[in-house]
Each structure stands twice: as C-alpha cells, then as structure tokens.
C-alpha cells in the first residue's frame, strides 16, 4: 500500500499544475493518469505553441451556471504570475491577437516546465495507471485521527487525505477524454450541470446548406450575435465556411452560447457601411453587382450570394446600374443580417472544450474543495468555461494554485 497526503488524478495542464504547487508547499504528492503522456491538450493547443493564457483575463470571460464562482481564484492567480513562471524558466513567448500568449517555440516547453515544477516539489507520477475505485472512510472508520480516501489502482491500493479531479471533460476523445470526473462527482451525490460541447462548428441540414458547401476554406472577418435585447452576445473574429456548416474563431465563441434550436445572425461586411458603397456604385459604375461586391467581401462569396439571389427572386446578376435600390437594400440586409439556425453541432470530436460539469453550487470558490470533505475538482471538470483565446488555461492554472492553497491550508 502507498501512502501519500494528495492523490491528483489527472495529468493535464490544472492537474501537474496543482501538483507542483502542492508538492512545493510540503505535500507528499500523487498523480495518476491513465495516459502515458501527459498534457496531451497543451501539446495539441495552438498550432502545437499552446495559448497558454490571455492578457485580459477577467471573470467575464467565463460562462457557466454561475459565472463569478471564477472570480476569486482568477484575482488570486492572474496571467502576470503564470508569465513571470515562464520567465523564470527561461521560456519565450510572444502576444498573437487580442492578449492571446503563445510559446515562442513549442508547446513542448510549457510541458517540461511543469514536470520541472512537479520535480521541485518531490511530486510521484505513476503513468500509465487506471484508478478502479475511490472509496472515503470517515475518521471514526478509520483508527487514524484524520479521514482518509482508499483509491484502488493497476498499480495497488493507495491511501490519501485527499484527492483532487483534474480529468477534464469530453472533448477531443482521441487524447483519451473520458467522463471519470462526472462519474466520480456523481458517486459522492454532488450535483452536475449536464456537459455538452463548446467551441465547437456548427453544422446545418445538407440540402439547406448545398449553396454554401463550395465556400469551404473561405476565411472572413465578420461579427457574430445570437439572443435577442438584453442577452444578446457578440463576438468580432474570423469566421471559416466548412462543407458542413461554419467554424472559425468567430463560430467557436458564440457555439458557448447557442441553444439547440435557436437562430445565429451574421454580418459578413462589419467594416463596411454596405448600403452606402452599393448605392454609390450605382451611380458611378457600370460593373456587375458581383464586381461591386467584390470590394467589400472576398469574390467566392459575392459570387455565390449573387447567384442564391436568383432562387429568391432577386436579380443581382446584372450591372449594378441596372439594379433597383429595393434590390440593392435586399442584398446588403442580407449580408449583413443572415440568420440561420444550425442543425448541431460537429460534437466532442472538434470540440475544443466541454461546458457545464460539477455543480459551482457544490464546489468551494476559494479552495476548490466539494461538499465531500477532501474532495477536489479543478480545471474543465467543474461547470466554468471560457472563450476561445487562452482563458481556460489561465483557468487551469488559477483554479489548480486555489486547490493547491487550499489543500496546504487543511493537511498541514
């Protein structure tokens, strides 16, 4: 039988994370995956050079039941302290777009930084091994003065004063996700909020988006919005037509947001006050409408909404001199104000992440430690959610140096 204080089960980023802290702070620490490799998700992220955090990091970044559980856990561990980490390190790095950091080198880096971290903390990593089940005896049980966990493993039994969730959720099932956490959760009576997909393409019936299908490849800046009045959520960013549906930076965000069966309204031109270009054209250029168009949004796509106008009744396929101004109003309200209703969406497999998950209602926010005595869930496990561009990793970290203080504060 091994003994340890914590028993981390998980080996991704909120998981070695944690690890190291904890191991750093005096605790005799244990992490578990069922993986050979570790962090898998880091070595995948960002073109293989990981978005390892944001700039701009806030609690508004985040979704979930109850989006300021984040808050204090991200006040505690902000993206300065993850970056003067890599610094120390001697990691480069370097800011893409909108506060987004990425490994100058590799993704790589990042990795062996947190092994390095878990090293100085005298942290054990038994990979691969398969946890078969968890059991808690209460102090009264146990002839110890404390409770204590009885994990039974491929490797043997194993006995801890805690155990901490880092399983992540579903999404990309390749790099081995699996429901274990939400399993787990589930086994200790805690309350879930019922997982889905997120950054996620959407998907639309096939006949319905036969049109479009040739536009796949086609990348544009637009602006993005789905609900109505006050809980309308938009996002600026590119957007990628697919032969099933859309993705694309711009896509990904709002799928967070999108309900089954509800619409999402586009503007393919946000830059450009359409109306008022075509109207001028109009009066000074004797070029096809889909010429004129051309100058506003990428060729491929002025072609194919001029030729979808025929099928409605509208004829843009002539000079633009020629076209009514109800044509051209038609035209710009139509690009700039497409409404759609996706189908689905391409599920865990293109998922960048998984929403919803263990309850906030049953997790502590400032030690991540559950109604469970002793029992912990950090990172993706836990029903908080963050846009696409860095912010669930900064919430790996954030919520893993929580658990770690935390775990300090009770054990020792």
């Not at 956490?181 to 200790?188: N, S, V, W």
């Not at 009045?229 to 694309?248: N, Y």
């Not at 843009?316 to 076209?323: D, F, N, Q, T, V």
């Not at 030690?367 to 959610?385: A, H, K, N, P």
Request: net charge neutral; charged share 20%; proline share 4%.
């Amino acid at each position: 039988m091994s003994n340890f204080d914590v028993v981390i089960v998980g080996a991704g980023a909120a998981g070695l994370f944690c690890a190291g802290v904890a191991g750093q702070l005096g605790l005799k620490v244990l992490v578990v995956d069922h993986s050979e490799k570790v962090a898998e998700k880091i070595r995948i992220s960002g073109g293989g050079r990981c978005n390892f955090t944001n700039l701009g990091t806030t609690h508004a970044n985040f979704l979930g039941n109850n989006p300021n559980f984040c808050r204090s856990a991200l006040s505690r561990y902000t993206p300065r302290h993850f970056t003067e980490l890599m610094q120390r390190h001697g990691i480069a790095f370097h800011e893409k777009h909108k506060g987004q950091l990425f490994c100058d080198r590799s993704a790589e880096d990042l990795i062996q930084m947190l092994l390095a971290e878990c090293d100085a903390g005298g942290v054990t990593r038994w990979q691969p091994c398969q946890i078969k089940n968890i059991r808690f005896l209460a102090a009264e049980a146990t002839k110890a003065s404390t409770e204590i966990y009885e994990i039974d493993s491929d490797r043997g039994l194993i006995q801890a004063r805690a155990v901490v969730v880092a399983t992540g959720g579903l999404s990309i099932p390749k790099i081995g996700a699996t429901d274990f956490g939400y399993r787990l959760a589930r086994q200790f009576e805690l309350r879930m909020v019922e997982p889905h997909p997120a950054l996620v393409p959407l998907t639309f019936d096939a006949d319905a988006w036969a049109p479009y299908a040739g536009l796949a490849g086609l990348s544009l800046p637009v602006s993005v919005e789905v609900g109505a009045k006050k809980d309308t959520t938009t996002f600026l960013e590119d957007l990628l037509f697919t032969h099933r549906g859309l993705s694309g930076p711009a896509v990904l965000q709002i799928s967070s947001y999108w309900k089954p069966g509800t619409p999402i309204r586009i503007n393919l031109a946000p830059d450009a006050d359409l109306l008022q270009s075509l109207t001028h054209a109009k009066a000074t250029s004797r070029k096809l409408i889909a010429n004129e168009l051309a100058a506003q949004v990428p060729a491929r796509l002025a072609d194919t909404w001029v030729q979808q106008g025929q099928t409605a009744g509208h004829n843009w396929l002539r000079p633009i001199s020629e076209a009514t101004d109800k044509a051209l109003a038609v035209l710009s309200e139509r690009l700039t104000r497409w409404e759609l209703t996706p189908t689905g969406t391409e599920g865990y497999k293109k998922a960048e992440v998984t929403a919803g998950g263990v309850d906030t209602r049953d997790v502590s926010q400032q030690t991540m430690e559950s109604r469970q005595s002793g029992l912990y869930f950090i990172g993706e496990v836990v029903d908080v959610t963050g846009w696409l561009g860095g912010y669930n990793f900064q919430w790996a970290w954030a919520s893993g140096f929580a658990c770690a203080q935390g775990l300090a504060a009770k054990l020792q």
